[in-house]
């Protein structure tokens, strides 16, 4: 099936469902689904593989696997007719993990031997534990492989090949539309301008610690500074963070090169005052623009082919030598 990136979504999600059921009809393949799991969501389709045009793997997902509360995927194999081998039961294990961030390094791990009902016999398996709360279980059954992956979840599993009409059912059931996302909390009120109270948290922190340290609200301070910064210059969000992080860093090298910048206070001020009229937009005619400029195109050099270490060097004292032209003009 060729991907046509002007179709929809649905008509994307149509087009699959409808190629499974065609190679479902070359090949049957058992597809399995957990049994009498109330306390689980009801299972989806959560994707499948096919070889040749004939269907190798089917997985059932019951939850969500982002959300909270348990979540567990069923995967019925048949690797005859391809040239392919399953993956080790940890490596499947290990890869649910990344997809929620859980560290596998982090947890303890056991393994032993398990069992499963598959329609109403025990069939034995290979149970894999990670800690406490995640748990892997494979077994075979005929041609077919079937792994269970669950977290959160603790109830035996009990298995159900399902029938050709149930297996259609499911492939037909419409997905569920996810949940809107959460609107972020609203920041606190601030004591002041979300700019200038960044500017002054980052500087106290490196004056005051060989390695700074940055306070608590840190976290508050950037976020209400983006959208301030975004909302002022009428940029997206991101291109905002972008020029908030290249004014602190002028700002901080200021502070570590011009002993002027650490022992003025008054004329301190001035100059972030100046660069965050300057950053934001709001007036960039201002008395330090050759130093708010030489940052700009510093900013732009980097080592490499077209940019030479001599290059930098020339652009870091050209910077330097604007902003003290620009306090020595402001001495009276």
């Given amino acids: 099936m060729e991907f046509d990136p002007l179709r929809s979504p649905e008509n994307l999600i149509r087009d699959s469902r409808d190629e499974l059921r065609r190679a479902l009809r070359v090949r049957p393949l058992p597809v399995a689904v957990l049994m009498g799991a109330d306390d689980l969501p009801a299972g989806r389709l959560g994707g499948w593989e096919a070889t040749n045009g004939l269907v190798n793997s089917v997985t059932i997902t019951f939850g969500a696997a982002g959300a909270p509360g348990p979540w567990v995927t069923v995967e019925t194999t048949r690797w005859g007719g391809t040239t392919i081998s399953a993956a080790p039961l940890r490596q499947s294990l290990e890869h649910h993990m990344r997809t929620r961030e859980d560290r596998f390094s982090a ?7 398990g069992t499963v009902t598959v329609d109403g016999r025990t069939v034995a398996g290979h149970l894999l534990r990670a800690g406490d709360r995640w748990w892997a279980l494979r077994c075979w059954l005929r041609d077919l492989e079937i792994t269970v992956v669950a977290h959160d979840w603790h109830s035996p599993a009990s298995l ?16 569920a539309p996810p949940p809107p996302p959460q609107p972020a909390p609203p920041l606190p009120e601030l004591p002041g301008e979300p700019h200038k109270l960044l500017v002054e948290a980052l500087l106290r922190a490196d004056r005051e610690h060989a390695t700074p340290r940055l306070p608590q609200e840190w976290g508050v301070l950037w976020r209400a500074a983006v959208l301030r910064q975004a909302d002022l210059a009428d940029q997206p969000e991101h291109e905002a963070e972008r020029l908030l992080r290249m004014m602190l860093d002028q700002l901080t090298n200021l502070q570590h090169q011009a002993t002027w910048f650490r022992l003025d206070e008054p004329l301190r001020n001035r100059a972030v005052d100046e660069t965050l009229l300057f950053c934001t937009g709001l007036s960039t005619d201002v008395p330090s623009r050759p130093a708010q400029v030489a940052w700009l195109r510093r900013q732009g050099l980097r080592p490499g082919e077209h940019a030479r270490i001599e290059s930098l060097n020339a652009a870091k004292l050209h910077w330097l030598d604007a902003w003290q032209s620009w306090a020595d003009a402001q001495l009276p």
């Fill in 107 to 113: 947890v303890a791990w056991t393994g032993e031997d």
């Fill in 160 to 175: 159900h090949t399902l029938t050709e009409p149930e297996l259609h059912q499911l492939i037909s059931a419409v997905p």
